[in-house]
């Protein structure tokens, strides 16, 4: 069965930085985008980007940009997201989530990591 | 950016209600919208895809229409664990965003 398992929970100070990984089984890796999404406490939910695990390309959201990098290791089948000059209003759970090309939708998550930065 | 607007929120019903959550995007996205459901300290669950195509699994409750700007999300008849958030999302074009979300509670 398909799964998408994240790294467990972060606390860091502002201007830190933090790497989120989601590791993938059940399926072929390199197949299908990975999609990161991020919820602020008590908050709705918020796009970030996406990484093609096959050729490595990106594509973020303008408000990241230059703060955010995606990466993969298909040889562990694991996605990253990196978020560097961290501020508290970064504190969110972060999601990856599987894009079904066939439907252009986010059909499979991963628990969701919380991030916390806090001085 | 395609900005999307969901209401009501928040919305109160009764188990057995037959509940409908709209969503419009500021756009046209034809078909390229799909609905989530999220409980408290849970990932989002895809419900539908594509604005009317049912997910596997999803009981056949759930059912969504509209393309274009306009479209809605409908449970025709609300079960004790139906009670969550909902979000419409599209997928037409980057940033792919979210609707603010719909918090369905018991009446």
């Known amino acids: 069965q398909v799964q998408l398992v994240q790294s467990g929970a972060e606390m860091k100070k502002p201007g830190a930085s933090v790497r989120v990984s989601c590791m993938a089984s059940g399926y072929t890796f390199t197949d299908y985008y990975i999609h990161w999404v991020r919820q602020a406490p008590g908050q709705g939910l918020e796009w970030m980007g996406w990484i093609n695990p096959n050729s490595g390309g990106t594509k973020y959201a303008q408000k990241i940009l230059g703060r955010v990098t995606m990466t993969r290791d298909t040889s562990i089948n694991t996605a990253y997201m990196d978020l560097s000059r961290l501020r508290s209003d970064d504190t969110a759970v972060y999601f990856c989530a599987r894009f079904y090309s066939s439907g252009w939708s986010l059909d499979y998550w991963g628990q969701g990591t919380l991030v916390t930065v806090s001085p | 950016d395609i900005q999307m607007t969901q209401s009501p929120s928040p919305l109160s019903a009764s188990v057995g209600d037959r509940v409908t959550i709209t969503c419009r995007a500021s756009q046209s996205i034809s078909n390229y919208l799909n609905w989530y459901q999220q409980k408290p300290g849970k990932a989002p669950k895809l419900l539908i895809y594509?604005?009317?195509s049912l997910q596997s699994g999803v009981p056949s409750r759930f059912s969504g229409s509209g393309s274009g700007t306009d479209f809605t999300l409908t449970i025709s008849s609300l079960q004790p664990e139906d009670f969550a958030t909902y979000y419409c999302q599209h997928s037409y074009s980057t940033p792919y965003t979210f609707g603010q979300g719909t918090k369905l509670d018991i009446k």
């Open positions: 594509a604005a009317s």
